[in-house]
């Protein structure tokens, strides 16, 4: 995924080209008043109240290249995926003929082998760069676009949202601490088909120690599960929000409400909206041959979110941590294909919750 919600991708897709165009040399003399420190590192926005303890360490290392032989989305050059704005107020959710669901087969599959291989990378001491440096590699290995790079002019080929960042963390030069958790969000386009998934996973013995953290990345793991088991023909997208918060409130947990699931196909982001909480008003019933995503973005503290001066940084209002696992999903004619199935080999994977209860 991302995300970053319908409305604001309708609201960036007409202004944004003006906007951006003003901000390299804006930024070049702003960058004039960071402190940086002996390895050249910086924080872009010294004077912004952030929520919890995570920054930004910049400088972002140069866009990464994408060899000329493979196909890109619309949107690789300007950052504008045209083909989703044509389609967006398009009340029909698109059912995918045997040959396009082959197509997403294969996209997916390539998905899951790519945040296999950078999920193995994950370690205290390492980079989100470098992180990202390994998406883009091993996507382009397997002839394939990165799909997050340029979207809506997102400047890398991955997600890589830490602790308190409920999504679109920009990867940069800050090192993965132990007891730190990372969702890693890996989206690649092949054949002309877009596969998305995100998982989140424990950084260091410290993250695996600790009976919140535990607890808010199984939980949310688990809602994404029980949201899978509604998905059949005639499963109404807003009942999968009611499943999912009912759940996450059962352990404690909040539901982030302004992102959401959404449509996937020849284009990332398209209809319909899956929203993740109770008593939305999402529209569609699902049918066979449709794809989307389920992906809830739960937290130990408050749903409510705030946004970085980067425009994408999006992290809870109390600095609380969150959590958020995806996968891309096909309806079939007796209930749902896991299309980006963890494989017996992948990295991560659930593990007990601890029992904190106290007797007496």
Known sequence: MLGIGKRKLLLLSGLFQEELGRLPSAFATHKGMHKTNANGHYNPFPYFTFTGPLRPVYPLSPKRTVPPHIKRPDYSEDGNPKSERKFISRNNIKVLDKKEQEGMRKACRIGREVLDIVAREVRPGVTTDYLDEVTHNATIERNSYPSPLNYVRFPKSVCTSVNEVICHGIPDQRVLLDGDIINIDVTVYHGGFHGDLNETYYV???????????????????????????VKPGMLFRDIGGVIEKHAKSRGCGV????????????????????????????????????????????????????????????????????QFEHTLMVTETGVEVLTARLSDSPGGPIPIPDTKREG
């Open 204 to 230: 260091g013995a410290k993250a695996l120690a600790d009976p919140d953290i535990v607890r808010l990345v199984e939980t949310t793991r688990e809602c994404l599960d029980q949201g899978i088991q509604l």
């Open 256 to 323: 982030v409400k302004t992102y959401c699931g959404h449509g996937i196909n020849q284009l990332f982001h398209t209809i319909p909206n899956v929203p993740h909480y109770a008593k939305n008003k999402a529209v569609g019933i699902a049918k066979p041959g449709m794809c989307f995503t389920i992906e809830p973005m739960i937290t130990l503290g408050t749903y409510k979110d705030k946004t970085w001066p980067d425009d994408w940084t999006s992290v809870t209002q109390d600095g609380s941590k969150t959590a």
